[in-house]
Protein backbone atom coordinates (compact mmCIF):
# COMPACT_ATOMS: atom_id res chain seq x y z
CA UNK A 1 0.00 0.00 0.00
CA UNK A 2 1.14 3.09 -0.79
CA UNK A 3 0.71 7.00 0.05
CA UNK A 4 -1.38 8.79 -2.68
CA UNK A 5 -4.11 10.17 -3.94
CA UNK A 6 -6.49 7.74 -2.38
CA UNK A 7 -7.53 6.44 -6.22
CA UNK A 8 -5.58 3.29 -5.17
CA UNK A 9 -8.97 2.56 -2.80
CA UNK A 10 -11.40 3.90 -6.14
CA UNK A 11 -14.08 0.94 -5.40
CA UNK A 12 -13.07 -0.69 -2.09
CA UNK A 13 -16.23 -0.85 -0.48
CA UNK A 14 -16.19 -3.67 2.31
CA UNK A 15 -19.00 -5.18 3.92
CA UNK A 16 -20.29 -3.37 7.24
CA UNK A 17 -19.56 -6.88 9.35
CA UNK A 18 -15.36 -6.69 8.60
CA UNK A 19 -15.52 -3.01 9.41
CA UNK A 20 -16.78 -3.53 13.05
CA UNK A 21 -14.08 -6.64 13.20
CA UNK A 22 -11.32 -5.59 15.75
CA UNK A 23 -9.22 -7.57 14.08
CA UNK A 24 -10.14 -6.42 10.38
CA UNK A 25 -9.44 -2.74 11.27
CA UNK A 26 -6.03 -3.34 12.89
CA UNK A 27 -4.97 -5.00 9.84
CA UNK A 28 -6.05 -2.20 7.72
CA UNK A 29 -4.44 0.14 10.29
CA UNK A 30 -1.16 -1.94 9.91
CA UNK A 31 -1.16 -1.68 6.40
CA UNK A 32 -1.98 1.89 6.22
CA UNK A 33 1.02 2.31 8.77
CA UNK A 34 3.24 -0.07 6.58
CA UNK A 35 2.54 1.94 4.00
CA UNK A 36 3.56 4.96 5.34
CA UNK A 37 7.12 3.68 6.56
CA UNK A 38 7.78 2.12 3.63
CA UNK A 39 7.27 5.38 1.69
CA UNK A 40 9.07 7.29 3.94
CA UNK A 41 11.95 5.31 4.24
CA UNK A 42 12.33 5.36 1.05
CA UNK A 43 12.83 8.78 0.59
CA UNK A 44 16.37 7.68 1.84
CA UNK A 45 16.94 4.54 0.01
CA UNK A 46 16.05 2.50 2.45
CA UNK A 47 13.69 -0.25 3.68
CA UNK A 48 11.82 -1.54 6.83
CA UNK A 49 14.51 -4.14 7.37
CA UNK A 50 17.98 -1.83 7.09
CA UNK A 51 16.17 -0.01 9.68
CA UNK A 52 15.45 -2.93 11.96
CA UNK A 53 19.11 -3.99 11.45
CA UNK A 54 20.61 -0.95 12.49
CA UNK A 55 18.38 -0.06 15.02
CA UNK A 56 18.51 -3.59 16.93
CA UNK A 57 22.87 -3.02 16.31
CA UNK A 58 22.35 0.35 18.07
CA UNK A 59 20.47 -0.85 21.14
CA UNK A 60 21.88 -4.27 21.43
CA UNK A 61 25.31 -4.29 20.23
CA UNK A 62 27.36 -6.47 17.64
CA UNK A 63 26.49 -9.53 17.21
CA UNK A 64 27.41 -12.21 14.09
CA UNK A 65 25.04 -12.69 11.48
CA UNK A 66 23.20 -15.87 12.54
CA UNK A 67 22.41 -13.97 16.35
CA UNK A 68 21.38 -11.11 14.07
CA UNK A 69 19.18 -13.35 11.95
CA UNK A 70 17.59 -15.01 15.26
CA UNK A 71 17.57 -11.96 17.61
CA UNK A 72 15.18 -10.37 14.66
CA UNK A 73 13.58 -13.05 12.71
CA UNK A 74 15.25 -12.92 9.24
CA UNK A 75 15.99 -15.48 7.21
CA UNK A 76 20.13 -16.43 6.66
CA UNK A 77 19.94 -15.56 3.41
CA UNK A 78 17.49 -12.88 3.26
CA UNK A 79 20.26 -11.56 6.11
CA UNK A 80 23.30 -11.69 4.22
CA UNK A 81 21.74 -10.07 1.13
CA UNK A 82 20.58 -6.96 3.84
CA UNK A 83 23.70 -6.72 5.06
CA UNK A 84 25.51 -6.33 1.86
CA UNK A 85 23.64 -3.66 1.00
CA UNK A 86 24.52 -1.44 4.30
CA UNK A 87 27.92 -2.98 4.19
CA UNK A 88 28.01 -1.41 0.80
CA UNK A 89 26.58 1.41 1.74
CA UNK A 90 29.26 1.92 4.78
CA UNK A 91 26.35 1.38 7.37
CA UNK A 92 27.66 -1.66 8.79
CA UNK A 93 30.86 -3.46 8.99
CA UNK A 94 31.95 -7.09 9.57
CA UNK A 95 34.80 -7.91 10.68
CA UNK A 96 35.78 -11.58 11.63
CA UNK A 97 35.53 -13.00 15.64
CA UNK A 98 38.69 -12.70 17.12
CA UNK A 99 37.73 -15.71 19.53
CA UNK A 100 35.68 -17.79 16.60
CA UNK A 101 37.09 -17.10 12.48
CA UNK A 102 34.32 -19.18 11.51
CA UNK A 103 32.08 -16.11 11.54
CA UNK A 104 31.32 -12.82 11.44
CA UNK A 105 30.86 -9.73 13.80
CA UNK A 106 28.14 -7.14 12.81
CA UNK A 107 28.80 -3.88 14.01
CA UNK A 108 27.23 -0.37 13.08
CA UNK A 109 30.02 1.79 11.49
CA UNK A 110 29.42 5.95 12.30
CA UNK A 111 28.13 6.19 9.24
CA UNK A 112 25.37 4.01 10.23
CA UNK A 113 24.66 5.95 12.85
CA UNK A 114 23.93 8.99 10.98
CA UNK A 115 22.44 6.95 8.95
CA UNK A 116 19.97 5.96 11.53
CA UNK A 117 19.72 9.26 12.87
CA UNK A 118 17.69 10.16 9.66
CA UNK A 119 15.54 7.31 9.43
CA UNK A 120 14.76 8.03 12.96
CA UNK A 121 13.30 11.29 11.74
CA UNK A 122 11.21 9.16 8.63
CA UNK A 123 9.88 6.59 11.46
CA UNK A 124 8.55 9.64 13.31
CA UNK A 125 7.47 11.13 10.62
CA UNK A 126 5.71 7.66 9.37
CA UNK A 127 4.01 7.52 12.88
CA UNK A 128 2.54 11.21 12.83
CA UNK A 129 0.93 10.68 9.79
CA UNK A 130 -0.48 7.65 10.85
CA UNK A 131 -1.81 8.69 14.28
CA UNK A 132 -2.16 12.51 13.11
CA UNK A 133 -6.42 12.58 13.57
CA UNK A 134 -5.31 11.42 17.43
CA UNK A 135 -4.70 13.89 20.34
CA UNK A 136 -1.90 12.76 22.96
CA UNK A 137 -3.86 11.35 25.22
CA UNK A 138 -5.43 9.13 22.62
CA UNK A 139 -2.19 8.03 21.27
CA UNK A 140 -0.97 7.12 24.62
CA UNK A 141 -4.10 5.45 24.88
CA UNK A 142 -4.08 3.46 21.54
CA UNK A 143 0.05 2.45 22.62
CA UNK A 144 -1.16 1.24 25.96
CA UNK A 145 -3.82 -0.84 24.46
CA UNK A 146 -2.13 -2.43 21.48
CA UNK A 147 1.00 -3.46 24.25
CA UNK A 148 -1.74 -4.58 26.80
CA UNK A 149 -3.02 -7.00 23.84
CA UNK A 150 0.30 -8.06 22.28
CA UNK A 151 2.00 -8.72 25.82
CA UNK A 152 -1.39 -11.33 26.61
CA UNK A 153 -0.14 -13.62 24.35
Do not use: C
Not at 63 to 81: M, N, P, T, V, Y
Request: charge should be neutral.
Amino acid sequence: MTEGTGDEYAGYDPPQRLRQLPTWLTAQVALRGSGLVASSLAQDGARRQHFTLLTSLSEQGPASQAELGRRLWIDRSDLHALLAELEHEGLVSRVRDERDRRRNVVTLTRAGKTALGRLDQRIDAAQEALLEPLSAAERQELIRLLRKLLDSR
